[in-house]
């Protein structure tokens, strides 16, 4: 199961935070292009983190999964307490 997967990582409270009624909280959701977010949703392309909080650079197996795409994206809010950006670890686990 990914519950197990997680374990195998070290993840462990992480899929205690995500259990099925907190599977959806606002720091694991992400909206964007929908072709981009079927690349991402088939694991296509993905955010790796940068030295810059909250600034992901976008990388992919294939070079032409990023044609015409930004190099990189920073997330940003007006109001982290009830808008907060996407959890690094999550798209971490993500990409890996």
């Known amino acids: ?26 720091e694991n959701v992400i ?8 690349l991402f949703e088939m694991l296509k392309i993905w955010f790796v983190a940068t030295a810059v909080p ?9 070079p032409l999964y990023l044609y015409h795409r930004p190099k990189d994206m920073t997330f940003s809010t007006l109001d982290m307490e009830k808008y907060p950006l996407p959890n690094s670890t999550y798209l971490a686990i993500h990409a890996a």
């Open 1 to 26: 199961s990914v519950y197990a997967v997680l374990d195998c990582f070290s993840y462990r409270s992480l899929w205690q935070e995500l259990d099925d009624t907190n599977i959806h909280p606002l």
């Open 54 to 62: 909250h600034k992901y650079e976008l990388e992919a197996p294939d």
């Open 31 to 38: 909206m964007m292009d929908p072709t981009i977010h079927h």
